[in-house]
């Protein structure tokens, strides 16, 4: 399956003999040094079902026609804006905030992207390391598109494989935040998701997205239950965790809107300019505030919660 | 080629006769010398064969005595149903420090050292990255004893390499080796009739051939690779994929929590499952293979086409067993073949159409070789790596006078203007 046209085309050139070509010759000037690696990533093999990241086609699609699909049209009735901010090819950091028990966002977010963009292109989405320590998550996650958050993994899907990736900087932060905490951004992390879009030169697009927190609000943290389970977290919600697992996938029936609003190109900010932390700070900060005032315009003109 | 006189440490291993194999064949190689506890496994024509321990002495004798150029070592255990743990730590580091301690010293003639390592190196975390590249260090300190070589084994290699700084010192971390001929914990876990599996964990798997393991220790020989390089195919596949490339069934049936208190159970049910492997069959391992890719090696096998392979074999071997006759080294005949003035060693033994390495025969000569123009520009680029740099330089001129193709010259230009040490 090609997962996306970048990668297709690039699969090409690798089979053409110029790829044996340092391309800093083919640039004109001497080769000194080290060739790209970007020439050597693997090529794609049509017969497998999953990915390198252990993304499933199939899987993907039947998740999509059984769950996402009904969430996105009937559930959410997701209302999508400025699309055209979303670079048509290359890589790009999406940036968006994060809300909800087990949030939505993420997947509305890539199915717009899926389905509404005109290149269709796919999106991985930055899953935090616990899920890979459990049992189901570890399996399915990775088959609709996650891929840890490492460094290394950023770097390598935007520098390398120049697709989409989408990071909620807040993290777990921004699903534990409380109802009456709605829509206040957490703290952005670090900044290592700027610091990671520097080093790829990729652009990014900050998202706001409106909706989520009221389709599975938290009302409390049960600290004696996360104790006892061992989970991540454990929110009071209206369905958790009187509903048990079940609940994760039952939300209130919200109005989405997901807004992307115009990227912050990265590759025209000097040389290196991830070594500048007050540099990394400084837009890390920016773009969190161009998401939270976009979120409290979009939530003081919306009609109502629910339509 | 720099490489005339080579020693291979580990000559009974798989790869080290495989690489033994391939390096007699070559005529520009003035010795071959293995040294191991045991015999070799395969028929070899002209390598020289000393049973010797890891001995510091004895092994800095044959290499002085002999002019060894070339220390391949490739003792590397790093597979715990291979031998017992105190056994693997004698042989991993133990050994690794004598044989090093061998070539070292301001009298030693040895040019390169290339050491097989294992990719078990990194480790097999949950905040691991989705490939392992030669930079990173292992997120967390090693859980076996295997791994705890592994690490002490590579240390020695880094110290060896700072000491000797006109050494070229190779390091190659193999991912898991798979084909017919190799035994690993993995060939026999995947030969089950149905494979068990962590309940609600899909790991990601990445393996190399057999052929690919003898391939790039040859590359390594033939180049000049300074610096660490992971060796593995290229793809990661899932494990219910392999299971599912094989034919075969998986039974999530190992405890997602507290599999290691599972681990007598299964050693009662005979099922071959270690300790060291229980954590990859939960969050897998990728490796970055770019990096040996871009010094020109072509990998001959996908990580799938690995698993074909090996598919292909477990359905034969049923029908094969006892078909083929097993090679028994004996001292007497051995000697006797390379030794007696009655046995007739006239012609050197014709180079193989098709090199395990999976690159074509460079021909230093200073013309083109025959057959030349016959081919087509890509087939032309293709072997240029394989070339050294005054045949490539020789190869250059014949091109600007006859065929003059752009691009295969731009390829010599980029290969010739490369520094040496990359090629």
């Known amino acids: 399956m090609a997962s996306s046209t970048g990668r297709a085309s690039r699969r090409d050139v690798a089979e053409t003999p110029d790829a044996l070509v340092p391309t800093s010759a083919a640039g004109g000037d001497v080769a000194v040094g080290e060739p790209d690696l970007r020439d050597f990533l693997p090529g794609i093999e049509p017969e497998r079902q999953v990915d390198d990241w252990g993304r499933s086609e199939r899987f993907a699609a039947l998740f999509d026609r059984t769950l996402v699909d009904f969430y996105y049209h009937l559930w959410f009735r997701c209302t999508i804006e400025g699309l055209e901010n979303v670079p048509a090819d290359g890589p790009g950091l999406l940036v968006s905030n994060h809300s909800g028990a087990l949030p939505p966002d993420a997947m509305m977010i890539m199915k717009a992207i899926s389905d509404e963009h005109p290149r269709r292109r796919e999106v991985s989405v930055l899953i935090e390391h616990f899920f890979k320590g459990y049992p189901g998550f570890s399996m399915l996650l990775p088959k609709i598109g996650g891929v840890a958050a490492h460094p290394a993994n950023v770097h390598r899907l935007l520098y390398d494989e120049r697709r989409l990736v989408l990071v909620f900087p807040e993290g777990q932060k921004g699903t534990e935040k409380l109802f009456k905490d709605r829509y206040r951004l957490r703290r952005f992390g670090r900044g290592g998701f700027v610091e990671a879009a520097m080093r790829a030169g990729a652009p990014i697009v900050p998202i706001a997205v409106v909706g989520a927190e009221e389709s599975q609000p938290v009302f409390a943290q049960l600290g004696l239950l996360k104790k006892l389970t061992g989970l991540a977290y454990t929110p009071l919600t209206p369905t958790f965790p009187h509903f048990g697992l079940l609940a994760t996938l039952m939300y209130l029936p919200a109005k989405l809107t997901i807004r992307f609003l115009p990227p912050v190109r990265t590759d025209e900010m000097g040389e290196a300019p991830w070594e500048d932390k007050s540099l990394v700070q400084t837009v890390s900060h920016d773009i969190r505030a161009t998401i939270q005032e976009e979120l409290f315009d979009m939530v003081a003109k919306r009609r109502s919660v629910w339509f | ?423």
């Open chain 2, 1 to 423: 080629m720099t490489s005339k006189r080579i020693l291979i440490t580990g000559l009974s291993t798989y790869w080290g006769g495989r690489l033994a194999q391939a390096l007699e064949r070559d005529p520009a190689v003035e010795a071959v010398i293995g040294v191991d506890r045991r015999p070799p496994k395969i028929a070899l024509e002209r390598t020289e064969f000393v049973r010797v321990e890891d001995h510091h002495s004895l092994i800095r004798r044959i290499v002085q005595a002999a002019e060894i150029d070339t220390l391949v070592d490739t003792r590397l255990v790093a597979d715990s149903i291979v031998t017992s743990p105190r056994l693997a730590h004698e042989n991993n580091v133990m050994g690794t420090m004598n044989v090093l301690a061998a070539c070292s010293g301001p009298d030693s003639l040895v040019k390169k050292v290339v050491f097989k390592s294992s990719a078990r190196y990194y480790g097999c975390e949950q905040d691991d990255p989705g490939f392992f590249t030669e930079e990173m260090r292992r997120p967390r300190p090693p859980r076996t004893l295997i791994e705890r070589d592994v690490v002490e084994a590579e240390s020695a290699v880094r110290d060896f390499a700072e000491g000797n700084p006109d050494t070229v010192v190779t390091t190659l971390r193999f991912a898991n080796g798979l084909g017919p001929a190799v035994r690993t914990s993995y060939t026999r876990y995947l030969g089950l009739p149905v494979i068990p599996t962590v309940l609600g964990f899909d790991p990601r798997h990445q393996f190399l051939h057999e052929d690919d393991i003898a391939g790039v220790l040859e590359h390594a020989v033939r180049h000049d690779l300074d610096g660490i390089y992971n060796a593995a195919a290229d793809g990661v596949l899932v494990l219910s994929e392999v299971v599912d490339l094989l034919g075969k069934l998986a039974a999530p049936v190992l405890p997602p929590f507290a599999t290691g208190l599972a681990l007598p159970l299964l050693k009662r049910a005979r099922l071959p499952i270690s300790a060291d492997m229980l954590q990859h069959l939960r969050f897998g391992r990728g490796l970055d293979n770019r990096k040996l890719k871009a010094t020109g090696y072509r990998y001959r096998y996908t990580t799938r086409e690995t698993v074909i392979k090996l598919r292909e074999h477990q359905r034969l071997s049923p029908l094969t067993r006892g078909m083929r006759e097993s090679y028994r080294y004996e001292e007497e005949v051995e000697e006797f073949l390379r030794r007696s003035p009655s046995v007739r060693r006239g012609a050197p033994p014709e180079p193989r159409a098709n090199l395990a390495a999976g690159e074509a025969q460079a021909v230093p000569s200073p013309s083109a070789p025959a057959g030349y123009a016959d081919l087509d520009a890509g087939e032309v680029i293709a072997l240029l790596a394989s070339l050294e740099p005054e045949a490539l330089t020789a190869l250059r001129e014949h091109e600007a006078g006859h065929a003059a193709r752009k691009a295969v010259l731009a390829a010599m230009d980029a290969l010739l203007a490369r520094p040496r040490s990359a090629v």
